[in-house]
């Protein structure tokens, strides 16, 4: 699969998210139907998790760490995952209460709820893995930037046998919902841990 990354680095000031984005949109190679251009960057969402609709605002108050991809990703979306779940594991129990994993999902034709929650709880049961209709998934993208597009194989025939192209960007969002910073699947725990408490202090 294409790994599909941007200029990423651990941290960025507000003010260079939106040149960071269009650069790693522009890396794609593809169609980029989900931008929105110069308009802000995140917003509050509603989707569909095993425990019924979990909109962004329940975490009022909370971090959130949210990152969109696929459980058919071959490496970008496990590794990305498993560094998130390292890094709730190295924070301590009272840091820890106040952070959330978000997991979305660009395949929603694939990733049923079920399908998702299973594949979030894998690497860390503070993760909640999140599905919907096509139409929801892409709004919820274009309000955060996120590019995403469908791609076969050229030896494929099967009509399910297609990867995701996706931006690998984690997302870390604040206690009013709003984006304070970006890191890549790069992002080892520890700089992702890092990244946390300087929100919380």
Same mark, same amino acid.
């Not at 941290?11 to 139907?33: P, Q």
């Given at each position: 699969?294409?790994?599909?990354?941007?200029? +990423?680095?651990?941290?960025?000031? /507000?003010? /260079? &998210?939106? &040149?960071?984005?269009?650069?790693?949109?522009?890396? +794609?190679?593809?169609?980029?139907?989900?931008?929105?251009?110069?308009?802000?960057?995140?917003?509050?969402?509603? $989707?569909?998790?095993?425990?019924?609709? =979990?909109?962004?605002?329940?975490?009022?108050?909370?971090?959130? $760490?949210?990152?969109?991809?696929?459980?058919? +990703?071959?490496?970008?979306?496990?590794?990305?995952?498993?560094?998130?779940?390292?890094?709730?594991?190295?924070?301590?129990?009272?840091?820890? =209460?106040?952070?959330?994993?978000?997991?979305?999902?660009? #395949?929603?034709?694939?990733?049923?709820?079920?399908?998702?929650?299973? *594949?979030?709880? !894998?690497?860390?049961?503070? &993760?909640?893995?999140?599905?919907?209709?096509?139409?929801? @998934?892409?709004?919820?993208?274009?309000? *955060?930037?996120? *590019?995403?597009?469908?791609?076969?194989?050229?030896?494929?025939?099967?009509? #399910?046998? !297609?990867? /995701?192209?996706?931006?690998?960007?984690?997302? $870390? &969002?604040?206690?009013?919902?709003? @984006?304070? #910073?970006?890191?890549?699947?790069?992002?080892?725990?520890?700089?992702?841990?890092?990244? =946390?408490?300087?929100?919380?202090?």
């Amino acid at each position: 699969m294409r790994k599909v990354t941007g200029a +990423c680095s651990t941290s960025f000031t /507000m003010s /260079m &998210i939106a &040149i960071v984005i269009a650069a790693s949109l522009t890396a +794609c190679n593809g169609r980029d139907d989900q931008s929105t251009g110069g308009a802000s960057l995140g917003g509050d969402f509603t $989707l569909d998790a095993a425990s019924g609709p =979990v909109s962004l605002h329940d975490f009022r108050g909370r971090l959130v $760490l949210a990152y969109f991809g696929y459980t058919h +990703c071959p490496d970008v979306c496990p590794t990305t995952l498993a560094n998130v779940g390292a890094a709730l594991d190295m924070l301590d129990e009272a840091e820890r =209460v106040k952070v959330q994993g978000l997991f979305i999902s660009v #395949d929603p034709e694939r990733d049923t709820v079920e399908v998702v929650t299973e *594949y979030a709880r !894998y690497f860390h049961p503070g &993760i909640i893995g999140l599905s919907g209709t096509k139409e929801e @998934v892409k709004t919820v993208a274009r309000d *955060y930037q996120v *590019y995403f597009n469908k791609f076969f194989d050229q030896d494929s025939e099967a009509d #399910d046998d !297609y990867k /995701m192209a996706h931006a690998d960007h984690l997302f $870390l &969002i604040d206690g009013n919902g709003a @984006v304070v #910073d970006m890191m890549s699947h790069h992002t080892k725990p520890e700089d992702i841990v890092a990244a =946390v408490r300087r929100q919380l202090r």
